[in-house]
């Protein structure tokens, strides 16, 4: 496909132009490892919490919440990225109707 950063939808070989969006989109991972790490920070924030290391609780919880937070916002703004692009798209190419280009049905 190509270089997909600046139209990641794939228009011409599938219906479905968003499938495996995520892998060929790059621009989506840096907020997926946020919210990988923003899980291992809830992880270790509860395992602080076990082992009652009351001092680490406020500092995990933080990083987790910053992380999560940061990563859910990250997948939301190249979410509309990607749908402003799709848009745009579709302004300079309107779909075809089926049924006007079928002889039997006018």
């Known amino acids: 496909m190509g270089d997909t950063h600046k139209d990641p939808c794939d228009h011409s070989r599938t219906t479905q132009a968003h499938t495996g969006i995520t892998m060929k ?3 989506y991972w840096p907020g997926f490892i946020l919210l990988a790490v923003g899980v291992l920070g809830m992880i270790g924030t ?3 919490a076990a082992y009652r290391h009351h001092e680490f609780i406020a500092a995990t919880g933080l990083i987790a ?5 940061g990563g859910a916002m ?5 979410r509309r990225r990607v749908l402003r692009i799709e848009a745009r798209w579709l302004a300079e190419n309107p779909p075809r109707h089926r049924a006007s280009a079928r002889p039997d049905r006018q």
């Open 65 to 69: 919440a910053i992380a999560t937070l």
């Open 25 to 27: 989109d790059n621009l």
């Open 74 to 78: 990250w997948l939301h703004t190249e």
């Open 46 to 48: 509860v395992a602080t």
